[in-house]
């Protein structure tokens, strides 16, 4: 079965220092991954995905098959990345359909 | 812009009580899903649905029953409501297909609380 790891429940780190969001994955498939935050009372909504090989709010995530990992990084935090990110694996479901498994979660807190 | 627009923000039932909460996209999305957001746990999937009057159990259904009658609305019903169902409840909406494009869009929410 499918599963995506995020050790972290919590991550503290001052302003300007790097930033690593851990994220490992377990599936039998091609994967493909996604982060999504949560910034304090707005919707989740997507941050980047990996098929995209893109850079949003300065944040990059590299899928590597033989880690199974999608860890996201950023070089150097802002206050304004405080929020709750989650890694999620798309998973097909039958009849042309798929769904998303996420982790738990990674509460980053960016310290002034 | 892809609207998800969720019934209410705040909910309070009594245990026992049939809840609904409904959901609205106004993008023409043919799949709708529900999950639950509870601290430590992330999200899970409840139901999802990929057409209308389709509908597909996700990883915790039990306790719940959705319904979709138009592609717009997605319906998520709780028969008789428990404190263990106090949670925050999304709602989501995407096209299907494997397309690099099709993520999810989240509504705002509703956060119920069974007493």
């Known amino acids: 079965a499918q599963r995506v790891t995020q050790p972290e429940k919590l991550l503290s780190v001052f302003k300007g220092a790097p930033v690593e969001l851990k994220c490992n994955y377990s599936?039998?498939?091609?994967?493909?991954l996604f982060w999504y935050v949560q910034y304090s009372r707005q919707r989740l909504q997507l941050l980047l995905r990996h098929i995209s090989r893109e850079s949003i709010k300065g944040f990059t995530a590299d899928l590597n098959k033989g880690e199974t990992s999608f860890h996201l990084k950023k070089p150097f935090a802002q206050e304004e990345d405080s929020a709750m990110y989650y890694c999620a694996l798309r998973t097909y479901s039958g009849a042309g359909s798929y769904q998303l498994t996420f982790g738990k979660g990674t509460k980053l807190s960016v310290i002034p | 812009d892809v609207k998800v627009t969720q019934s209410s923000r705040y909910l309070v039932k009594r245990t026992g009580e049939k809840v609904f909460l409904e959901c609205v996209q106004d993008m023409d999305h043919e799949n709708m899903f529900w999950y639950r957001q509870d601290p430590g746990l992330g999200l899970r999937l409840i139901y999802f649905s990929y057409d209308v009057k389709m509908k597909e159990k996700g990883d915790i259904p039990e306790g719940y029953s959705v319904s979709r009658e138009k592609k717009e609305r997605f319906s998520l019903i709780l028969e008789s409501a428990s404190t263990n169902q106090t949670s925050m409840y999304l709602c989501?909406?995407?096209?299907?297909?494997?397309?690099?494009?099709?993520?999810?869009?989240f509504g705002p929410g509703t956060r119920l609380t069974v007493l």
């Open positions: 989501a909406s995407s096209i299907p297909g494997r397309g690099s494009y099709n993520e999810q869009f």
């Open positions: 599936y039998s498939g091609s994967p493909e």
